[in-house]
Structures are given as C-alpha cells and as structure tokens.
C-alpha cells in the first residue's frame, strides 16, 4: 500500500514551457486534492476532484488545468508556465465528505520556472 | 470564504517544554479542525483532529482544545522530544480545508 504518489520530485521549467503533474493514490479514494505551499502562506487548494470524472476550482485555479479520467489518477496540468508558479505541489486524497475526513498527501513536487 | 490564521511563525523551546501554538477561524460554520505534522522534505501528516461537538482532544503528548464561542482552537505539545521538531499547520473547515500559514517548531537539546 504505497497511498498517495506523486510524480515527479523535482522539475525545472523555463517560462512558457508546459508540463503535468501525476497523482496516484491506491486507497479507493474518491476525493483528490491539488496543492501549492509557498512560504509563509501555507497551503492553498487548486483544484479538487469529488470523484471519477469530477473536477472543480479551489482557491488559486489560474493557469492550472486538471483532470481525473481514472478514480487512481488526478493530474495538474501547466499549459505556458510562470515564474509565479515555482512552489511545492502536493496532492492529497480523502476517501468521502471531503471537508471532514481525513486528507492524505503525497509527498511533493518542487518546481521551479525559470 | 475561511480565513485561519496561525500563531507564532516559529516556536524554539528546551527538550522536555511545552509548545503551544494557536490558530484562529473567522467562519462560525467549521466544524471540523484537523492538525499536520510536516517533516523536511515531506508531505503533511494528520496527527491529531478536533470537531465542533467536542472542546478537548488528547492523544499521548498531544492535545487540541477548541473554543468555538471564541473561535479559536490550540495544539499543545507536552515533554518534546527532538523528532518533534517539524513545520504544524492548523486547518478548519466548513466544507473545504483552509490552511494556516504554518509554525516551524525546533526542540532544542
């Protein structure tokens, strides 16, 4: 049982390059979650998930796309990345009532643009 | 939306002292108050969590009080020990986790 995974650990991208962030949880959750910490601001939700197929905007969704084709699986996508997206990515995951269960995270990615 | 709000930034204290580290909400609807434990270089971990019915939680050498006419809710931390040094987070809840900005704590030897 490895819980929430994240792939990659590091990326470096330059400004207006593109990538997407892996998220995989193996505990049948139905909740999935996307997170960016920068200092002094803790963390702060990009887009969620309440199920396969779902998504929704968090507090801070711009510039960022997601999808949940599988119930495992919850991607962030960059389409033309910015500076002002170098942060800590963290996916979390809970099984069900997302506001009160318990949410798992995975253990980051840092990215940096350039 | 909630707005939480955590207290101190950064907390040193002695092998053996108590911590305390507080946090404010401003939305009278959360209801539940969960606490993450973050070590260097990983994700936040639950390691305690408090709701709106009950005003005191403990476990071990951790414990959550909640006052929800004040709205305000603590963590304290009893006999620390060097693996507790680590960044805490409270969070509240109405239907969606906010985050405070974080309390990096060093237990010093």
């Known amino acids: 049982n490895a819980g929430v995974t994240q792939t990659p650990k590091f990326r470096v991208l330059k400004t207006g390059q593109s990538m997407t962030l892996l998220c995989a949880q193996d505990?049948?959750?139905?909740?999935m979650y996307w997170y960016r910490q920068d200092p002094g601001m803790g963390l702060r939700l990009i887009h969620y998930s309440v199920g396969e197929g779902t998504t929704a905007k968090g507090e801070v969704p711009d510039g960022y796309n997601v999808s949940r084709l599988k119930k495992q699986n919850f991607l962030l996508g960059l389409e033309s990345a910015a500076p002002s997206q170098t942060s800590v990515y963290f996916c979390?995951?809970?099984?069900?009532?997302?506001?009160?269960?318990?949410?798992?995270f995975g253990p980051g990615t840092r990215l940096t643009v350039l | 939306g909630e707005n939480v709000e955590q207290h101190p930034s950064t907390l040193s204290v002695q092998e053996g002292d108590s911590a305390v580290i507080k946090c404010t909400y401003s939305d009278s609807a959360s209801n539940y108050f969960p606490w993450y434990k973050q070590e260097l270089g990983k994700g936040p971990q639950l390691i305690i969590d408090i709701r709106s019915n009950v005003g005191e939680k403990k476990d071990q050498r951790i414990a959550v009080t909640l006052n929800k006419t004040a709205k305000h809710f603590s963590l304290h931390i009893t006999e620390t020990q060097p693996e507790d040094s680590a960044v805490y987070f409270c969070a509240a809840s109405p239907y969606k986790l906010s985050f405070g900005a974080g309390t990096t704590v060093t237990v010093r030897a």
């Open positions: 979390a995951s809970s099984y069900s009532r997302g506001s009160t269960d318990t949410q798992y």
């Open positions: 505990m049948n959750h139905e909740y």
